[in-house]
Antibody
Framework: EVQLVESGGGSVHPGRSLRLSCAAS????????MNWVRKRPGKGLEWVSG????????GYADSVKGRFTISRDNDKNFLFLQMTSLRPEDTAFYYC?????????????WGQGTLVTVSS | SYELTQPPSVSVSPGQTARITCSGD??????TYWYQQKSGQVPVVVIY???RRPSGIPERFSGSTSGTMATLTISGAQVEDEADYYC????????????FGGGTKLTVL
């Protein structure tokens, strides 16, 4: 059974940093691209960042580019999102999402999400 | 920045056809994906690569594209289809950037 378990969320002040982790199991991790998607309160889904199977291709939404860094550890089956210079508008549930392919494909499995709250 | 535009809401009666559109200048160059999100649940893909339907998704769900617009059609919508629907595309050949549409609330009653 595919499992994606996010951790690392919490409540922080603006300008601070957080590192989200996603522990993956139940599938061959390095066969799949991985993404982070967030949902802000009362808003729709927002794609945040994606990384292909070996980290060669990485993309970021304009809203987080230069502040967030995605990475993966294929030996330990983990996906990460390093978030710096956090803003109140980054407040959201952050979901770790597995894609169907190593490079492209659709969002196949979702974690249950971790809540990040940025507030003074 | 690249955007996908969806109508905020669509309302139909049970058995009617619901059509949800998604427009974006980049759509001719990328695949469109459609996700259904019911209240309190994670999203589920209902259409991938413009027109393909995953196993387990009812045949009443179909996708189409024409130029800069993609359409999700639910033929004979059921009450259980009431949900938020999001289109998504990602330019995996260039900057690997993805984008969701703003979402469409489908009401079936």
């Amino acid at each position: 059974e595919v499992q994606l378990v996010e951790s690392g969320g919490g409540s922080v002040h603006p300008g601070r940093s957080l590192r989200l982790s996603c522990a993956a199991s139940g599938f061959t991790f390095d066969n799949h691209a991985m993404n982070w998607v967030r949902k802000r309160p009362g808003k729709g889904l927002e794609w945040v960042s994606g990384i292909d199977w070996n980290g060669a291709r990485i993309g970021y939404a304009d809203s987080v580019k230069g502040r967030f860094t995605i990475s993966r550890d294929n030996d330990k089956n983990f996906l990460f999102l390093q978030m710096t210079s956090l803003r109140p508008e980054d407040t959201a549930f952050y979901y770790c999402v597995k894609k169907s392919h190593d490079y492209g494909g659709h969002f196949e499995h979702w974690g249950q999400g971790t809540l990040v709250t940025v507030s003074s | 920045s690249y955007e996908l535009t969806q109508p905020p809401s669509v309302s139909v009666s049970p058995g009617q056809t619901a059509r949800i559109t998604c427009s974006g200048d980049g759509l001719p160059k990328t695949y469109t994906y459609w996700y259904q999100q019911k209240s309190g649940q994670v999203p589920v893909v209902v259409i991938y690569e413009d027109i393909r339907r995953p196993s387990g998704i009812p045949e009443r769900f179909s996708g189409s594209t024409s130029g800069t617009m993609a359409t999700l059609t639910i033929s004979g919508a059921q009450v259980e289809d009431e949900a938020d629907y999001y289109c998504f595309s990602q330019d995996i050949t260039a900057d690997h950037r993805g984008v969701f549409g703003g979402g469409t609330k489908l009401t079936v009653l």
